[in-house]
């Protein structure tokens, strides 16, 4: 499963929280943007965490989930790099 996670986050404490979440679970691409490559059980933590993270009135956060096909059309601009193309590392 993929998603595109993007967030719009009044408070800084919050903000913080919810980064930390994003980045145990995906990539950073931009400020407020993660790139996440999941299965059904981490998707259904991902979102609990999210939600227990953030406030449900002052907060904006998207999340996108995007198909394989959708996927192989897509690429970053000028540098024709795939998207969710990142290696993981293994130590």
Do not use: P, W
């Amino acid at each position: 499963m993929y998603l595109l996670i993007v967030y719009d986050i009044a408070d800084d404490k919050r903000r913080y929280r919810v980064e930390k979440v994003l980045s145990s679970y995906g990539k950073r691409v931009n400020y407020s943007v993660f790139e996440v490559e999941t299965d059904m059980i981490k998707y259904r933590n991902l979102v609990t965490q999210l939600e227990e993270n953030s406030s449900k009135k002052e907060d904006n956060i998207r999340i996108y989930i995007l198909g394989k096909e959708s996927l192989k059309k897509s690429f970053v601009l000028h540098t024709k790099e795939r998207i969710f193309s990142y290696e993981t590392l293994y130590l």
